[in-house]
Nanobody
């Protein structure tokens, strides 16, 4: 199982940018699809973006498409989420997660989770 630690969260004004990182330990990172999820206060956790094991395929929630970019560096065991054009509705705790599969097959396949990093966007 892979251990995950997120960083890079913070407070920004609307229109600003943040880059989240997720450091992974364990040998399975490079063979796992990786995802970002978020949970706002009083809401259920929701899917944000996913990248397959090689970085060749990515998928995004409609709400972030065109503003967020997911990427990975397998040599560094690190996952990223570049967030541009942030909106107040992006405020949430952001989690990275590792799938049990190489390619994205569904949100229920994510079995390893980080502790989360807070992103707060003010208007």
């Amino acid at each position: 199982q892979v251990q995950l630690v997120e960083s890079g969260g913070g407070a920004v004004q609307a229109g600003g940018s943040l880059r989240l990182s997720c450091a992974a330990s364990g040998r399975t990172f490079s063979s796992a699809a990786m995802g970002w999820f978020r949970q706002a206060p009083g809401k259920e956790r929701e899917f944000v973006a996913v990248i397959n094991w090689s970085g060749g395929n990515t998928y995004y929630a409609e709400s972030v498409k065109g503003r967020f970019t997911i990427s990975r560096e397998n040599a560094k065991n690190t996952l990223y989420l570049q967030m541009n054009g942030l909106k107040p509705e992006d405020t949430a705790v952001y989690y990275c997660a590792a799938s049990t599969y190489r390619d994205y097959r569904g949100n229920t396949d994510f079995r390893s989770w980080g502790q989360g990093t807070q992103v707060t966007v003010s208007s």
